[in-house]
């Protein structure tokens, strides 16, 4: 995948910016609050429609009404321009190749990876940050899932509200019967399928952590399905286990166990990383964690999505740094890398330079 033009219409602080990156590697320098992370963000956003605003209204420049990006691509040799239009007064518009598109249609049109420092506390933050992680790359990768798993979290809240009408006796157990059944089905359907991609990222970033590691590090990532005590994840498993404990979840008013609980666990030479790991070691797990998903999304898709790395040179020792950086070249992996300091990147890796301030970018 590569992006061929990425375009601003008042995002952000962006007034109206538009920029060619480079197909392999590009550097945003620039001091902080310049607006290099609102590209990054944006790219991000266009793949998975999530953003550090609280608000889509956030995304509007100061004193306008509505905000535009436009992204052309290149997608197994294929020309898409994508183009979504947030607005403070009507829903989004989302358009690919002129044509309009449902938010749950855009996952999977455009892949991108961001790797951000609030990804070293992945591991030490609750189970959802970790399925979030887990939830995006598998929706890019295979976009069916994406639709399972809104599914299934829909029939989570409907089964939850039934519960606490039934504790309150407004309504009868039986009434469970039907939603176990509906509900048994799709948490199979997305643990097997969570299980299954855990077991290629093991793989694929126990490799990378041996080679950052000069092979002293042997990573494994397991996926803790709580409250199901067996790995045989069919529906008929998952609704045994409703029916055993339905007692317990009419008296607690939520369903006590299946997908929406559970957790990756992270081993660094056998010990939890979360409880055992140093800064180094986080790091180092985290960066192996990114390339695997480089690694996955290529397998699955046939190439390469987007990498994003937001402000991480400072966080990597420059051994790291330097082995980052060849990774990227020689794979010809396209990458846009925000950093404020020109001394992160030896001459030897130096992609395109932007540098950025105040909202407008120069080559």
Known sequence: MNAVEISFRDWRNFADLTFRPAPAINIFLGQNAQGKTNILEAINFASLLKSRAGREAELIRWGQKTALLRIKYLKAGISHELAIEVSAAHTRRILLDAN????????????????????????????????????????????????????????????????????????????????????????????????????????LANRLQQKISAHTETLSIVYDMRGIGS???????????????????????????????????????????????????????????????LEFLRAETGEYPLLLLDDVMSELDASRRESLLEFLSRQQIQTLITATDRAYFPTRTFGKIFLIRAGRLTE
């Open 231 to 293: 790995t045989n994840i069919l529906a008929e498993e998952f609704l045994k286990q409703l029916r055993a404990r339905r007692f317990k979840d009419i008296q607690h008013g939520s369903t006590g166990m299946g997908a929406h609980l559970d957790d990756l666990k992270f081993f660094l030479n056998g010990r939890e990383l979360k409880l055992f790991g140093s800064q180094g070691q986080l790091r180092t797990v985290a960066l192996a964690l990114k390339l695997s998903e």
């Open 100 to 203: 309009p598109i449902r938010p749950r249609e855009l996952i999977g049109k455009l892949n991108s990876v961001l790797f951000t420092p609030e990804d070293l506390f992945m591991f030490k933050s609750s189970p959802a940050t970790r399925r979030k992680f887990l939830d995006a790359q598998i929706s890019q990768a295979a976009p069916v899932y994406f639709m399972h798993l809104l599914k299934y979290n829909r029939l989570v809240e409907i089964r939850n509200a039934l519960l606490k009408k039934i504790r309150d006796n407004s309504a009868h157990a039986d009434e469970l019967d039907l939603w176990d059944e509906q509900l048994a089905e799709y948490a199979a359907r997305v643990a097997s399928k969570r299980l299954a991609v855990v077991n290629k990222l093991n793989a």
